[in-house]
């Protein structure tokens, strides 16, 4: 199986502007993208990153200018074997989670993420392809069945939460098992425990 | 097993005051709860609710004024038998979700929850006792080391997608397979994809 990790190099997870600078959200986005591949070649697949730009990375580095939807889809039309496609930001994943995933019978497999995206896809049919705008996961449910595919999904907290918003990196901070975690104690997070609800904050 | 679903009966969801107003927010937790309770009765297993006000339900009912950590713990310490705790907001709960949690083996077994929370717990020792303050998923798994008992954690979104903010009313609307995601239709929301992200919203 080809496991492709889509990996926006130039405009890095802008929505974590209020609380990372430029070079920070820059350094965060690689540091997920490490923890992605090391929890992929652990399960002994060797992924390949699908770039917007050139990257220095030990580990194979397709580079398409497009968007997500039209890159993916370009690596599935040239695929002659099962293709799966494991977003860049899943600050959660582990090796165990991500073998489970693989594993899954099922012409095509998805991982729901939060808000109605789709964090993990695998494709053993020629005839699949993605669309991740709005509510990619439904309409990823709605191209399997046009298909006659069969379908699975994964109910997995660690796939589903995709690191996107500020909230996001409390989830990384207390479930990460990985370089995110300890990269944000590194740059000063914590987690402050004295209100009614649990924060991560910054000194 | 018995199996206890907390139920704050007199403040129900105040975190979603945003976008419900009291009445809503009281009918809302009451659908909740029952996709809860409906979900554990498919396993088998018939729930008691653990409420801090008498409630008209099908089900039995305890009553217990106190807050949420010593109601539990006064339950726990009175059973001889396993107990689960499942909380009664979990928008997306299944039957099959409940049934595979059941079943994981473990002195102690967890469903973390976002933001650090644990929405369910399964305790097959006497010795186990609750905090649900704070970072309580990591308290769990503490009190359980500390205990010597054998952990187990199931990663699930399902499980860990408490309804308690307007963001998580999304979720609901777009993997709830109970009565809740009806209940949002039928007050007005519906799923407004025209921005870049998914919103709900309510006309």
Do not use: C
Request: charged share 25%; glycine share 6%; aromatic share 6%.
């Amino acid at each position: 199986m080809r496991v492709i990790v889509p990996f926006a190099a130039q405009t890095p997870k802008t929505r974590l502007e209020p609380v990372l600078d430029l070079d920070e959200r820059k350094e965060f986005a690689r540091v997920l993208l490490k923890d992605v591949l090391d929890a992929i070649e652990a399960t002994d697949v060797e992924p390949t990153v699908l770039a917007t730009a050139p990257i220095d990375l030990d580990v194979e580095v397709i580079v398409d200018e497009r968007n997500l939807t039209p890159a993916v889809n370009a690596v599935l039309d040239e695929s002659d074997e099962a293709v799966a496609i494991v977003m860049a930001d899943l600050g959660l994943i582990t090796s165990p989670v991500i073998e489970r995933f693989f594993t899954l019978s099922g012409d095509v497999v998805l991982a729901p993420g939060m808000a109605g995206g789709t964090n993990a896809i695998v494709s053993r049919t020629g005839d699949f392809s993605v669309d991740y705008h709005g509510v990619s996961f439904h309409d990823h449910l709605a191209v399997a069945r046009e298909i006659g595919a069969t379908v699975n999904v994964i109910d997995s907290f660690r796939l589903a939460t995709d690191i996107d918003e500020p909230a996001d990196l409390l989830e990384v901070f207390l479930h990460g098992t990985g370089r995110a975690s300890d990269w944000l104690a590194s740059v000063g997070f914590s987690i402050d425990r004295s209100g009614d609800r649990v924060r991560l904050t910054r000194t």
